[in-house]
């Protein structure tokens, strides 16, 4: 069984407010990339086997592939287990939500090596206990995402552009960038809907225009980089540019290949400590 786990970036993300649980509400429209992590998943006797490709991330209990595993195991009372191998793409803690897709795709997998044919509903409330980002990353394509992100509204019209991925080599906690917009007294914005109807009309150019991020100014202001990165990509053919998620990666919408490759190369030539990809939007999961 193998199974791709895209990454997504955030066309905008605002902060309504800290919730009682500890999450923030938020509201936002999330795209797919075609830039993925391969998972191989096969039946094992016993135990969760979790083998990958870098060092960089444990394989063990901590990794929300093995937990997405567990969890799945336990719900339907499998005694047997399984072997999972993944071969990591997404840059790791880059705001590309790869630990979510990992485990997103474990339960699509899972779903289907054992045959226990839960439904795309039963899937995203299973996958929203595991970690926010999951239900997205099962569901995939143009979404806007409410709630603490696990409520979906998929947005069929989709986003076809291409995006250059622009990851600076730093590392930033989702939790670090969630606690300093709260000390900072970020401002509330209202970037999503105005998004949402935007991609109805299906214009590139004005969707572009609308690209938003409460957390941007947050990583920003700790990591000025960010603001060089942006700059460079607009300057060099891109619509526009954001930075996704908590950061740091940086992201750039353009209209075709030729565009988004200038963009990239022109980065690089000045940047060549990112790490630069070039890649289409994607559309939903088939079982989404
Ligand atoms: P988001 O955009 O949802 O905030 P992110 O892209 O910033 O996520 P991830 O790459 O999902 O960040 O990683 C977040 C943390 O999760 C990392 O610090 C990493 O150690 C941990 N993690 C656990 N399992 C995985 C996995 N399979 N792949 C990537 N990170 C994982």
């Known amino acids: 069984m193998t199974v791709e786990a895209n990454a997504k970036i955030n066309l905008t993300l605002d902060i309504l407010g800290q919730r009682e649980d500890g999450y923030h509400e938020v509201a936002m429209v999330m795209q797919s990339v075609r830039l993925f992590d391969t998972l191989r998943m096969e039946l094992v006797s016993n135990g969760i086997a979790l083998h990958l ?140 809907s105005a998004m949402v109807e935007t991609i109805k009309k299906g214009d590139l150019k004005e969707i572009a225009a609308r690209l938003g991020n409460a957390l941007e100014a947050v990583t920003l202001k700790a990591h000025p980089v960010i603001g060089d990165y942006k700059n460079i990509l607009k300057e060099n053919g891109a619509l526009a540019s954001l930075m996704s998620g908590s950061g740091p990666t940086v992201y750039a919408l353009a209209r075709d290949k030729v565009m988004a490759e200038r963009a990239a190369a022109a980065l690089s030539a000045v940047h060549p400590e990112a790490v630069v990809f070039v890649v289409p939007t994607t559309g939903p999961k088939e079982n989404g």
């Open 53 to 192: 490709n870098t060092a960089a991330l444990p394989a063990d209990e901590s990794n929300l592939a093995w937990r997405a595993a567990r969890r799945f195991l336990n719900v339907h009372g499998i005694r047997s287990g399984v072997r999972i191998e993944i071969e990591k793409r997404i840059p790791i803690a880059a705001g590309l939500a790869g630990g979510s897709a990992d485990a997103a795709a474990v339960l699509r997998g899972l779903n289907e090596l054992f045959a226990t044919q839960m439904t795309a509903t039963e899937l995203i409330r299973l996958g929203a206990e595991i970690g926010s980002d999951v239900p997205f990353c099962l569901r995939g394509g143009t979404v806007l995402a409410t709630g603490r992100g696990e409520i979906l509204t998929p947005l069929s019209c989709g986003l076809h552009a291409w995006v250059v991925l622009a990851r600076p080599p730093i590392e930033v906690s989702t939790a670090w960038a969630y606690s300093t917009f709260d000390r900072l007294h970020g401002l509330e914005t209202s970037w999503t």
